[in-house]
């Protein structure tokens, strides 16, 4: 099915600038600004794609997306550090125009890569399609890479070893989201998928013995009370 690996093949060439664009604003820019930026424009923008386009969502759903669009802003919140806390050379980071467009451009480059998953639909082609994306985003992210020469060769082999299972994890999620977006309204699908900070702190919590703040303890609250809403409503 050539229209299916298209827009997998377009699907790859946006979450590929995505993922450029992203590591870039956070580079320059606050975490606890550019993520929940990112996130709610990539829940937000495919919410408004799916209604524009005949998605009939019910009260009880769109209340949950509501309640979603704040636990995600919540969560992403970073405890505050004074400026006594940075090196002699280090600037506090702000949020300037360039910052501002590469956080917007991954929002929106997140959520068109969102949409062009789901318009791959019912198809013919297999996981194909998906295999045109990663296959697309990898050139592209190593074109990138190559261009502006961040490209080291490691022999680490723990290293590699954490690449791998990075990699592995990253195809089990995209083929998950895949057949997520075929069997359901992007507008809810793209929600979901936008809560991921969720289970990044869960994992940090777990595993690394980190502490959450007030904000983020109230974003956990409604992400879950979100996600029961729509699985309820929907």
Do not use: C
């Amino acid at each position: 099915d050539t229209r299916a690996i298209a827009f997998g093949a377009a699907s790859g060439l946006t979450s590929a600038l995505a993922g450029w664009w992203f590591f870039t604003a956070l580079a320059e820019g606050t975490m606890s600004v550019v993520s929940p930026i990112t996130s709610v424009l990539a829940a937000l923008i495919p919410v408004l794609f799916g209604l524009m386009t005949g998605e009939q969502l019910s009260v009880g759903v769109l209340a949950g997306i509501a309640f979603a669009v704040v636990a995600i802003v919540l969560i992403s919140q970073e405890g505050k550090h004074s400026a006594p806390h940075l090196l002699a050379s280090e600037q506090p980071k702000r949020l300037n125009r360039r910052v501002l467009l590469f956080t917007v451009g991954t929002g929106v480059a997140f959520a068109l890569s969102f949409i062009l998953i789901h318009q791959i639909g019912e198809n013919r082609a297999g996981l194909w399609p998906m295999f045109a994306g990663k296959a697309t985003a990898s050139v592209v992210t190593l074109l990138i890479a190559l261009r502006f020469g961040h490209v080291r060769m490691s022999h680490d082999a723990s290293l590699l070893r954490y690449a791998a299972a990075v990699g592995v994890l990253d195809v089990v999620a995209n083929v998950a989201m895949y057949y997520a977006f075929r069997g359901a309204f992007v507008s809810i699908i793209s929600v979901l998928v936008s809560l991921y900070p969720l289970f990044t702190i869960a994992l940090a919590i777990g595993l690394l013995k980190e502490r959450t703040n007030a904000l983020q303890k109230i974003g956990i609250a409604l992400a879950l009370g979100a996600i029961g809403l729509i699985a309820y409503a929907g």
